[in-house]
């Protein structure tokens, strides 16, 4: 499987829609732009603190007033999808 990016919308605490593009780490816009299109959600504003969190996460989220025009959701999720990255494992004892 290739990279992708994992695209949903949450609403009411719960998933709502989803969908996965593929996608490079470096140009998820445009990946995005091909995923709201397909499931009919405007385009956010990309801001200083998404790139941030893209970059040093691969994930942000979007809140209805990162949108020009009213959404049915309460935000917007996006995750950078690497299936062969290296799996992290957790130095926290409870996770052993």
């Known amino acids: 499987m290739a990279t992708a990016l994992w695209v949903r919308t949450i609403r009411h605490h719960r998933m709502d829609k989803q ?22 959600v405007a385009r ?9 969190e893209w970059d040093e996460f691969g994930q942000t989220r979007f809140l ?6 009213s959404v049915p959701f309460e935000r917007l999720e996006i995750e950078y999808i690497d299936p062969e990255a290296p799996k992290r494992h957790s130095t926290d004892p409870r996770n052993q």
């Open 19 to 40: 969908i996965v593009e593929p996608c490079t780490r470096q140009d998820p816009q445009t990946a995005l732009e091909r995923a709201l299109h397909k499931l009919d």
């Open 44 to 52: 956010p504003i990309w801001l200083e603190k998404n790139q941030r």
């Open 64 to 69: 209805p007033d990162a949108f020009l025009e």
